[in-house]
């Protein structure tokens, strides 16, 4: 029966950013202004959107992309 349940259940993850006020922490300085890259139905999708705005933002070790997974 779980691999019914798991075919029915769809994922959604979402992936944005901003800066953040410590490097080591998850405060966004200003959460109106962040940057939504997008909603995901998969991880990998996901993670390779994360990669790229990532990158974008690599010489900003203030500004901080993170996955989450909605459900």
Sequence with gaps: ???AKSKLTKDLFV???GKVT???GKDFVD???MDVRG???NYDDALAAWRA???MKVDDA????VIV???
Excluded: C, I, N
């Design 31 to 33: 959460p109106e202004a």
């Design 62 to 65: 203030f500004t901080k992309y």
């Design 22 to 24: 410590d490097t080591r």
């Design 15 to 17: 992936v944005f950013g």
């Design 1 to 3: 029966m779980p691999e």
């Design 39 to 41: 909603f995901y139905s």
């Design 53 to 55: 705005a990532s990158q």
């Design 69 to 71: 997974r909605l459900w």
